[in-house]
C-alpha cells in the first residue's frame, strides 16, 4: 500500500523557516512527481508545489514563490519543502501527495500543522 | 490563471438522494479535472480522474460529466459515509488549482 508520512510541522514565529519531510513508502518514488498542498484551518484546499520525479522542475503557487523551496532525495527517498520568511497566512495543515503526471493526485499523506505564530 | 468556481458551497441532503455539485472553469482544461472527497480531520480522497474516470475502489454511486469548462459529480444515492466536503481540482499550463468545496451535510 502507499504510504506517506509528512514530518517537521510546529510553532515558528513570522519570519522564520520551517523545513518539511515526506516520506513515502509502497511505491516507486524514483519515477513519481510530487506535490505539497495545503489547507488553512477551516477552509479549502490550496496547491502549493509541484517538483518532477527527478528534480529537474519545478512549480510554485504565486502565494509561495520566492519563500519555498521543494527539492527531493530520490536516493533517500524523502521529499522536502523548505519554507523561509514565513508569514500568518502560511500557517496550515501541509499535505504531501503523489502525482499522477501531470494532471491529478492520487494518494495523499496524513499532513502536518505548520502554525505561524509570535 | 484559472479560477475554479463550485456550486452550491453547502448542500443538504438525506439518505437515498440524488446529489450533483458542479464545477466551472475559467477557461478551457479539455478534460484535465479531478474530484476529491474530504472527511473533516482526513486526508483528501480521489473520486474521479480525467473528469470521468473512477479509480479503483471508488463506489460506482460516484461518476463525473463534462469537459472544457462545466463538471459536474454526482452521487447517485448518498450513503451516510457521504457526508463530507468536495472539491474539484484543474490542472493547467503547469499550474494546479482547487475549488473552493462543497460541503455535503444531513438534512
Known amino acids: 500500500d502507499v504510504q506517506l508520512l509528512e514530518s517537521g510541522g510546529g510553532l515558528v514565529q513570522p519570519g522564520g523557516s520551517l523545513r518539511l519531510t515526506c516520506a513515502p513508502s509502497?511505491?516507486?518514488?524514483?519515477?513519481?512527481?510530487m506535490t505539497w498542498v495545503r489547507q488553512t484551518p477551516g477552509k479549502g484546499l490550496e496547491w502549493v508545489s509541484t517538483?518532477?520525479?527527478?528534480?529537474?522542475?519545478?512549480y510554485y503557487a504565486d502565494s509561495v514563490k520566492g519563500r519555498f523551496t521543494v527539492s527531493r532525495d530520490n536516493f533517500k527517498n524523502t521529499l522536502y519543502l523548505q519554507m523561509d520568511s514565513l508569514r500568518a497566512e502560511d500557517t496550515a495543515v501541509y499535505f504531501c501527495?503523489?502525482?499522477?503526471?501531470?494532471?491529478?493526485?492520487?494518494?495523499w499523506g496524513q499532513g502536518t500543522l505548520v502554525t505561524v505564530s509570535s | 490563471d484559472i479560477q475554479m468556481t463550485q456550486s452550491p458551497s453547502t448542500l443538504s441532503a438525506s439518505v437515498g438522494d440524488r446529489v450533483t455539485i458542479t464545477c466551472r472553469a475559467s477557461?478551457?482544461?479539455?478534460?484535465?479535472l479531478a474530484w476529491y472527497q474530504q472527511i473533516p480531520g482526513k486526508a483528501p480522497k480521489l473520486l474521479i480522474y480525467?473528469?470521468?474516470n473512477l479509480p479503483s475502489g471508488v463506489p460506482s454511486r460516484f461518476s463525473g460529466s463534462g469537459s472544457g469548462t462545466d463538471f459536474s459529480l454526482t452521487i447517485s444515492s448518498l450513503q451516510p459515509d457521504d457526508f463530507a466536503t468536495y472539491y474539484c481540482?484543474?490542472?493547467?499550463?503547469?499550474?494546479?488549482?482547487f475549488g473552493q468545496g462543497t460541503k455535503v451535510d444531513i438534512k
Open positions: 501527495a503523489k502525482v499522477m503526471w501531470p494532471t491529478y493526485f492520487d494518494d
Open positions: 509502497g511505491f516507486r518514488f524514483s519515477t513519481s512527481a
Open positions: 517538483i518532477s520525479h527527478n528534480g529537474g522542475a519545478t
Open positions: 477557461q478551457n482544461i479539455v478534460n484535465w
Open positions: 480525467k473528469a470521468s
Open positions: 481540482q484543474a490542472y493547467n499550463d503547469s499550474l494546479w488549482t
